[in-house]
């Protein structure tokens, strides 16, 4: 019975792995699972539902983690798109760069991107926290509806456009915000909520350095006098 | 859905290996299109009065020997041959307009793939693995090379919709996306003479940055304005003599990563096609901010990202 147990996808496929992560791992005794030579290949580690660690060994492809529920992975390095999509719980964490669509419309758990996340993070959020250590680009947080998304570093165009309920804290630069999302006061509640996710994610900053985003809510009402001109 | 790739040696030593590293970009690049594969090579350049001519026949085992022997005293010039299966390169500095003119009158059968001092476009229906295996592309040798996997969702599946297309002279494009407005763009471009050989999105975006060239903007100025006259969703990678060009539309629809060495710029739409090429591990790899253009220049050997 060994603790942790390693797969090469330079020798396996990835269905191999993610079958075993799905039907063997319960009773295999391992808690750790450790996963070489990815080189951007996709789903690895998606669908997981057990108590465990994953590590992935390198940059991997699309839709690494995806709709996953107590594991923890860790990516050493990129990914492309959509990673840790429709997250229910557990913990994702990429120490390198995310590519389009980090998190998308994530239920619940916590998403870390210790470098930047492109395009559409947090696209229709329903729940998850995301942390991205540096920057998010356009249309982050786009119709996100629950959930929170920090992003220590600066945002793209079209910051939270559409918001519905979710709330976004920004450390830099937001180049602009999105149709009905708007700057609000951080308060004591606030800064109580981004050291909560600073300390999740490892991150060592100051609440107070964050400026807060939420809906504008004008969006949630037809008002037929506005000729659809936001 | 396609896949694109391109790879740019800076290492002169790579320059004999650029199909061996290509290659398999473009292989691993078949889960995304699959119908239809071509790749564009740069060479070194020719003397200044000559040109490659690459060109096209549907039968593969069609008679290149007796074409070449029409071409030479047809054309009234000296020309050399290299031919594999059903694609064919004539080297010759007789002039493009006689070249042309002779195949329209001759050789209707044969397609004019593309002209230039350095280039050679190679390209075909079929499986990318098919067709890299028998057009040799794992021993072509050259300076930097784009490719294409297609899945055709906005035109025919043939060999003359296949990418990369090419106008102008040492020039070509490759596409992942689909433009909204190619027919406007085209019958812009019909008024002023300029002609087409497809009903394919591409061919429009090819023809008009090529028309802006010869009206004397640099690639990355016509790339300039065609953000406000290209619309729909596009990932276009581009070279000319001495240039890989990358750019994605302004919503960033198409993916694209770039991976950077002191040796390579490799491009592709995933990761996964760029795992094997050497020093990747240690790459600077980022993936292209939207409406930006990257450019990167041979001749200086020196990379700029604009």
């Known amino acids: 019975m060994d603790a942790v147990k390693q797969f090469d996808l330079a020798q396996l496929t990835v269905r191999e792995v993610n079958q075993y992560l799905h039907h063997e791992l319960s009773g295999s005794g391992a808690a750790r699972v450790e996963i070489l030579h990815p080189d951007g290949m996709h789903s690895i580690a998606a669908g997981l539902d057990a108590d465990v660690a994953v590590d992935i060994m390198g940059h991997a492809g699309y839709f690494i983690a995806g709709m996953n529920k107590r594991a923890s992975v860790t990516i050493h390095g990129n990914v492309g798109w959509s ?148 | 859905m396609c896949g694109i790739v391109g790879l740019l040696l800076k290492n002169r030593a790579w320059h004999e290996q650029l199909g061996e590293l290509a290659t398999p970009m473009l292989e691993c690049m078949s889960t995304r299109g699959a119908d239809s594969c071509g790749l564009a090579v740069f060479h070194r350049p020719l003397p200044l009065e000559k040109r490659r001519f690459s060109l096209y026949v549907a039968d593969r085992d069609y008679d290149w020997q007796s074409f070449h022997a029409g071409f030479s005293s047809g054309t009234g010039g000296d020309a050399r041959l290299e031919s594999r299966f059903n694609h064919a390169t004539e080297v010759t500095a007789t002039p493009e307009a006689d070249v042309r003119g002779w195949l329209r009158r001759s050789h209707p059968d044969v397609h004019l793939l593309s002209v230039g001092r350095v280039i050679d476009i190679f390209k075909d229906e079929g499986r990318p693995e098919e067709i890299a295996e028998r057009f040799g592309f794992r021993d072509l040798q050259g300076t930097h090379a784009v490719g294409h996997t ?96 990358l750019v994605r539309d302004p919503f960033a629809c198409k993916p694209a990563v770039v991976a950077e060495t002191a040796d390579y710029v490799a491009v592709s739409s995933e990761f996964r096609s760029l795992a094997h090429l050497p020093g990747i591990r240690e790459a600077d790899v980022y993936e292209p901010a939207p409406e930006q253009i990257y450019s990167w220049t041979l001749s200086s050997n020196l990379t700029s990202r604009n």
């Open chain 1, 83 to 230: 990673v840790a999509e429709n997250i229910m719980s557990g913990v994702v964490r990429v120490k390198g760069h995310a590519s389009e669509s980090a998190a998308a419309s994530g239920h619940g758990g916590l998403v870390v991107i210790e470098g930047n996340a492109s395009s559409r993070c947090g696209i229709s959020m329903k729940g998850c926290d995301i942390v991205v250590g540096g920057s998010v680009g356009h249309f982050s947080a786009f119709m996100a509806q629950a959930g929170t998304l920090l992003v220590c570093g600066d945002t793209g165009p079209n910051l939270g456009d559409s918001l519905y309920e979710a709330v976004i804290y920004v450390r830099g630069t937001i180049h602009s915000l999105g149709a009905d999302a708007r700057e609000e006061p951080l308060e004591a509640a606030d800064e109580a909520e981004v050291a909560r996710l600073l300390s999740a994610a490892g991150m060592e900053f100051s609440p107070r350095e964050f400026k807060k985003v939420a809906s504008a809510r004008s969006l949630y009402h037809w008002n037929a006098d506005v000729h659809q001109e936001y």
């Open chain 2, 150 to 245: 297609r899945m055709a969702t906005e035109s025919a599946v043939s060999p003359a919709h296949a990418h990369p297309f090419s106008a102008g002279q040492d020039f070509c494009l490759v596409h992942n996306g689909s433009l909204s407005n190619p027919y406007s763009v085209r019958r812009r471009l019909e008024r002023r003479g300029i002609a087409f050989e497809t009903d394919n999105d591409t061919e429009a975006g090819c023809r008009f940055l090529e028309w802006r060239m010869r009206e004397g903007d640099t690639l990355e100025q016509a790339i300039e304005k065609s953000f406000r006259v290209l619309d729909g969703f596009y990932t276009f990678l581009m070279a000319t003599a001495d240039k890989m060009v």
